[in-house]
């Protein structure tokens, strides 16, 4: 059950109309790293999480505030195309569709489709997609995912900072900023504590080690030019596992042999086999 405050989180105010800054906006709105894909991927973590009611409401409450941040943004993107003059854009898509691709104006979708509203799309137009968000009922997974969200979404939202001059519109990208800030910091600590509480750091943590191929399992292979990975903590000493040493392999060579597979059957009509010699 929810309850919607009518209140924005932050303020969502703007000094002037910019259509093109609203387009650009889209990005941290419905884009792969946009809120829209944070909120629903926490929700439907917190949807599936089982048996442990800390995780499910820290899950919960943070899936929640992002529903505001998703209000915040749509209105923040309403007031940058209120007062648009739109029929200049209009006119300069009608006359010259190359030219006015060229302008890189408004998106005129924010005009025809959604009468100066905010739309679940990134910013070049693409619709949102449920296939961003990850949900896998292994919370040490998905956390780790939550924390490749959060900093994603942080890293667009600085460089859209950094994009306009407006000091309404930076001020209510500083409290997104902010609150991406506080989001990272406590996936981390919940990491951190899903680690220690298992002892080992691979996923899955519950998976019997002597099912997998124990040998290789710490290997790094040199499969490329150059030998400058080698100087990484990735190539020697403990893994951060507690479980194995890292070994660098210079030279790696195969495990198997050339594969061989059987003709297909005639009625499927693939490339013949050649002779044979």
């Given at each position: ?27 941290v709105l419905g884009g792969q790293w ?244």
């Open positions: 059950m929810f309850f919607h405050v009518k209140e924005l989180q932050y303020e969502a105010k703007v000094s002037r109309p910019d259509p093109v800054y609203a387009k650009k906006l889209q990005e946009g809120e829209i894909s944070v909120m629903m991927q926490y929700m439907f973590q917190g949807f599936n999480c089982r048996g442990n009611k800390k995780y499910r409401d820290l899950l919960m409450d943070i899936g929640t505030e992002e529903i505001a941040h998703v209000e915040l943004l749509a209105t923040l993107i309403a007031r940058l195309l209120d007062n648009t003059p739109i029929d200049v854009q209009e006119q300069a898509y009608q006359s010259d569709p190359a030219l006015a691709a060229i302008m890189g104006g408004m998106n005129p979708q924010h005009a025809i489709v959604s009468g100066l509203g905010a739309m679940p799309t990134d910013s070049v137009g693409n619709r949102w997609s449920a296939d961003y968000i990850i949900s896998s009922g292994n919370l040490l997974a998905d956390f780790r995912a939550n924390v490749t969200a959060e900093s994603q979404g942080r890293l667009q939202v600085a460089r859209l900072y950094q994009m306009t001059d407006d000091p309404l519109v930076k001020d209510s990208l500083s409290f997104l900023l902010a609150r991406d800030t506080a989001h990272q910091n406590q996936w981390i600590e919940a990491i951190r504590e899903l680690e220690a509480q298992a002892q080992d750091v691979v996923v899955p943590t519950n998976f019997p080690r002597e099912c997998e191929k124990q040998e290789v399992a710490y290997d790094l292979y040199n499969t490329s030019q150059g030998q400058a990975d080698a100087n990484g903590p990735w190539a020697q000493g403990v893994a951060p596992d507690g479980r194995g040493q890292f070994r660098y392999i210079a030279q790696p060579v195969p495990y198997a042999g050339i594969p061989k597979l059987q003709p297909a059957p005639a009625n499927l009509f693939n490339t013949p086999p050649l002779p044979s010699k």
